[in-house]
């Protein structure tokens, strides 16, 4: 596609329930990262993969969060037993497999989480 | 102590004036640097990349401080579509980006 997709766009969960959300990242890209933007708060870096490695998972919160990109393509980062505290966007970013120094990577438009 | 740090603002300034935000990065080991713009309820965009000369994009300017571990960014003539909050990143030898709070920016008419 033209740029990074997430899906849904919004997710009301009830406390203590599962979500999955979704990142399509640019064709061809390489390298796709997830973060967390509570409001009034920039981004918090979670997690990072290269293909279908995950390189970097040390901005995970917690054990409930999980994220996969099993073909090194479409990522899901799933959320256990949701929290009050895990309200906020959750952003997605791509980048190509090579970049300069000074490359900025394009986010996807994210998903908001309510969890009541 | 957060790696990137920022006046979250808010700014109010009449349409025209001149705005600068600086923020500041505790990593000396960063090596690029951001301003990214966020709209409300929007992704972040990449504004402009900051290099250690200073650059310039327009009415935008900014500028890299390795000494002192700080970046400026400054808008002049600004105009009521600059209204944004403005993001400060960086980013070390690894992939990821560490953004700051965020600057909230009012332009009035």
């Known amino acids: 596609g033209a740029g990074v997709s997430q899906s849904p766009r919004y997710k009301v969960a009830k406390r203590g329930q599962d979500v999955a959300l979704r990142c399509d990242p640019i064709?061809?890209?390489?390298?796709l990262f997830w973060y967390q933007q509570a409001l009034g708060q920039g981004p918090e870096f979670l997690t990072y993969?290269?293909?279908?490695?995950?390189?970097?998972k040390s901005g995970l919160p917690s054990d409930r969060f999980f994220a996969e990109r099993p073909e090194g393509s479409v990522s899901t980062l799933k959320i256990q037993r949701t929290q009050q505290e895990d309200s906020a966007v959750y952003l997605c970013?791509?980048?190509?497999?090579?970049?300069?120094?000074?490359?900025?990577?394009?986010f996807g438009s994210g998903t908001r989480l309510t969890v009541v | 102590r957060k790696e990137v740090e920022q006046d979250p603002g808010p700014f109010n300034v009449p349409e025209g004036a001149t705005v600068a935000f600086n923020c500041t990065y505790s990593n000396s080991a960063s090596q690029s640097f951001f301003w990214y713009r966020q709209d409300c309820r929007k992704e972040p965009k990449l504004l402009m990349s900051v290099y250690s000369s200073g650059n310039e994009d327009g009415r935008f300017t900014a500028q890299l401080n390795r000494a002192s571990q700080y970046i400026s960014l400054l808008i002049r003539d600004s105009k009521l579509s600059d209204s944004a909050t403005y993001l400060c990143?960086?980013?070390?030898?690894?992939?990821?980006?560490?953004f700051g709070q965020g600057t909230r920016l009012t332009i009035n008419p």
């Open positions: 993969f290269q293909n279908e490695a995950q390189l970097d």
């Open positions: 064709s061809g890209h390489v390298s």
């Open positions: 970013a791509s980048s190509p497999r090579t970049q300069p120094l000074n490359y900025g990577y394009t």
């Open positions: 990143v960086v980013r070390g030898g690894a992939q990821k980006l560490v």
